[in-house]
């Protein structure tokens, strides 16, 4: 079982609407949180990270939280534009160094 | 260029054939890493170098991935006896080493598009 888990697999919002983005993970002992957005056919490109103490981080429209507790992230992303169309990505690290990434939200934003 | 570079952007092979994928890092950045992404699937970690060590292969499928940082820079990842399961995208990160280790942020190349025949 993935130990980082995506929701939804996909969404489709009409443009200049908010979403977000889920990430539930059971990866212990946890060190840091990032999001990814993947555009078709690039490499992934960090959004945020986010260690323990953290529980907000905010980068232009998209906007992270964290709850250590719960195990669970969000990515929300304010007034989408077209150019958010892609994969986004939630990668949680452990101490031990081990990395492990989600399966990615595919988000398609309409005009 | 400033980023991470990877070559070729896309490959063709016959089944049974070898390749070479090249991954260039940014300068200075002391860890690499090569994943393998399947289609609408995330990346999924397979080996690391501190500088010219391989610190960590236990992603690599089988005997037939190879990968190598000679001189601490560039790397090949190199696929032997290729099998169509092998089709994905290969992408290559690297991150300036810290103190903080691994959870440094990964900068990333736009992969490699191999498919195997």
């Known amino acids: 079982k993935n130990q980082v888990e995506q929701s939804p697999q996909s969404l489709i919002i009409l443009e200049g609407k908010n979403c977000t983005l889920q990430?539930?993970?059971?990866?212990?002992?946890?060190?840091?949180l990032r999001w990814y957005k993947q555009d078709t056919g690039r490499g992934p490109v960090s959004l945020t990270i986010?260690?323990?103490?953290?529980n907000t981080k905010s980068n232009g429209r998209y906007t992270a939280t964290l709850d250590a507790d719960t195990k669970q992230s969000s990515l929300h992303i304010t007034a989408s534009q077209l150019s958010d169309s892609a994969s986004y990505i939630c990668?949680?690290?452990?101490?031990?160094?081990?990395?492990?990434f989600g399966a990615g939200t595919r988000l398609t934003v309409k005009p | 260029g400033a980023g991470v570079s990877q070559s070729p952007r896309y490959k063709v092979a016959k089944r049974g054939q070898d390749v070479a994928l090249r991954c260039d890092p940014i300068?200075?950045?002391?860890?690499l890493f090569w994943y393998q992404q399947a289609l609408g699937q995330g990346p999924e970690f397979l080996t690391y170098?501190?500088?010219?060590?391989?610190?960590?292969k236990s992603g690599l499928p089988s005997d037939r991935f190879f990968a190598e940082r000679p001189e601490g820079s560039v790397s090949t990842l190199k696929i032997q006896r290729t099998q169509q399961e092998d089709s994905a995208v290969y992408l290559c990160?690297?991150?300036?080493?810290?103190?903080?280790?691994?959870?440094?942020?990964?900068?990333f190349g736009d992969g490699t598009r191999l498919s195997i025949l």
């Open positions: 170098f501190q500088n010219e060590a391989q610190l960590d």
């Open positions: 990160a690297s991150s300036f080493n810290g103190r903080g280790g691994r959870n440094q942020p990964q900068h």
């Open positions: 990430c539930n993970y059971t990866v212990s002992p946890f060190s840091n």
């Open positions: 986010m260690t323990f103490s953290e």
């Open positions: 300068s200075g950045h002391v860890s």
């Open positions: 990668v949680v690290s452990a101490y031990n160094n081990d990395m492990r």
